[in-house]
């Protein structure tokens, strides 16, 4: 009787030991995949003698700049001149592909141009060190990342100073404090993969607070309203206008109505600039931005 109990009792703690194999196995093969990430060499690096970016209000120029994207056929951008000037907002436009997202992700220098130069202040981005050039630049891009952590966390990310206040001013200002108050352990609640999973427009407005709460002179904003509604689109629009003051913006809207106020409109096409200048000088040229904008009105 005690031998077929004590058999019983150890069966469940064998399994278990041979489950315990099988993850520890996973988790070398995976570990494996993380060592052999870790040793790669990053392609983006800072040169040995890499300047700190200090600017105030920095103007940002792009000279002749082309890029390709690896292994892709034809170039995403060709002979790209243009200048962002410090301080003031310059929307960019175009049909989709034509390469406004690119001119953006190499501000931060995600990517780093196949020709010409990209200045800031005169000075070529590869020649600045990369935590001093984007510790000055706060950015909402078309793919948010959410981490798994509180919400809390995941606004005050990059800004490990912040104060409670202030995170929750930013999350008013971006109309997510509602939210995350109604969400089971409020400014706690855990979001990510593990947590709370949210939706398109509660992602953007949590990416939108982080950019606030950042406070850097580059404001760079990819579509960051696309996924919210009229309503929250316009009461952001304020914090946005308050938030531009005095920095150096550069904005890709897909609502044409957005950029109308911009100080200057480039308008991309297939990797090129096709116009330039403000809403009424395009209209005026009766070109891709009038098109674009009377199709905009209609929608
Ligand atoms: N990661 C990538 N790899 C390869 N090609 C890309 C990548 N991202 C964008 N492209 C291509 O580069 C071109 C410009 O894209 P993008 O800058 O995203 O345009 P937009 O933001 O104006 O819609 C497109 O032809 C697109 O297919
Ligand atoms: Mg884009």
Redesign the pocket.
């Known amino acids: 009787m005690s031998f077929i109990t004590a058999f019983a009792l150890a069966f469940e703690p064998m399994r278990r030991l041979a489950k315990l194999n099988n993850t520890l196995q996973m988790g070398l093969g995976c570990a494996d995949r993380v060592f052999e990430m870790m040793d790669m060499e990053p392609t983006i690096k800072d040169r040995a003698d890499a300047k700190a970016l200090h600017a105030a209000q920095p103007e940002i120029r792009f000279e002749h700049v082309s890029f390709s994207?690896?292994?892709?056929e034809?170039p995403?951008?060709r002979g790209v001149s243009l200048s962002i000037p410090a301080g003031k907002v310059t929307a960019?436009v175009?049909?989709?592909?034509?390469?406004?997202?690119?001119?953006?992700?190499m501000i931060p220098r995600f990517y780093d141009v196949s020709e010409g130069r990209v200045l800031i202040d005169g000075v070529d981005l590869r020649d600045l060190s990369l935590q001093s050039l984007r510790r000055n630049i706060a950015m909402v891009s078309?793919d948010i990342a959410i981490f798994d952590d509180s919400a809390r966390a995941n606004i005050a990310y990059g800004r490990a100073d912040a104060t409670e206040e202030e995170i929750i001013a930013a999350a008013r200002a971006a109309e997510a404090d509602d939210f995350i108050r109604a969400m089971p352990d409020g400014y706690d609640t855990k979001l990510g993969e593990d947590g709370v999973k949210l939706s398109g427009g509660q992602r953007q407005r949590i990416a939108i607070a982080r950019a606030i709460l950042r406070n850097a002179p580059i404001l760079l904003l990819?579509?960051a309203t696309s996924a919210l509604d009229t309503g929250a689109e316009q009461a952001i629009q304020k914090s946005f206008s308050e938030l531009q003051k005095g920095r150096t913006t550069l904005v890709?809207a897909h609502r044409l109505s957005t950029v109308q106020n911009a100080d200057q409109i480039i308008v991309?096409d297939q990797?090129q600039v096709a116009e330039q200048g403000r809403h009424e000088d395009l209209i005026a040229l009766g070109g891709l931005y009038a098109r674009m904008y009377r199709a905009g009105l209609k929608e």
């Open positions: 994207y690896q292994d892709a034809t995403a951008l960019l175009g049909p989709s592909g034509g390469g406004k997202s690119t001119i953006m992700n078309q990819d579509e890709i991309l990797g």
